[in-house]
């Protein structure tokens, strides 16, 4: 019987001995899924800080290129609108040198007269001189 009790002592110690350690190898593994767990959490903060940089700075290009579209859009707009002003000056006949000066300031009035909000009344004694 004494076998016996020592035979079931020493499984007992054994079992005991395999329980310690895979008690210890499983507190092993969760401490290292506890550090990759922080590495994923410091990783995503990582990201987030990442993303909003990234948004501002997509924003600020978006805005940039808008400007710059919208800047080319008034010069086109504007060379256009001085091409426009010269040929309507030019077929009205503003350009000849046979017509007096006085004859092209009146038809370059009559013209700017027939749009709304274009005053050059103060000017016109400026433009007028003989």
């Known amino acids: 019987m004494d076998e016996d009790k020592r ?3 020493t499984k007992v110690a054994n079992n005991l001995i395999d329980l310690k350690d895979q008690i ?25 800080i990442e993303t909003k940089v990234y948004k501002a700075r997509a924003k600020e290009v978006k805005n940039t290129m808008w400007w710059s579209k919208y800047k080319l859009y008034l010069v086109v707009g504007g060379i256009g609108a001085v091409l426009l002003l010269l040929l309507i000056l030019w077929l009205s006949g503003a350009f ?12 370059f009035f009559a013209f700017a007269e027939t749009r709304p909000g274009f005053n050059l009344g103060p000017m016109k004694p400026f433009l007028q001189e003989e």
């Open 96 to 107: 000849d040198a046979d017509k007096p000066k006085k004859e092209m300031v009146d038809t």
């Open 7 to 9: 035979d079931q002592a």
């Open 24 to 48: 210890v190898e499983s507190q092993m593994k969760l401490a290292e899924r506890g550090q990759k767990l922080d590495l994923l959490v410091e990783k995503s903060d990582a990201l987030k």
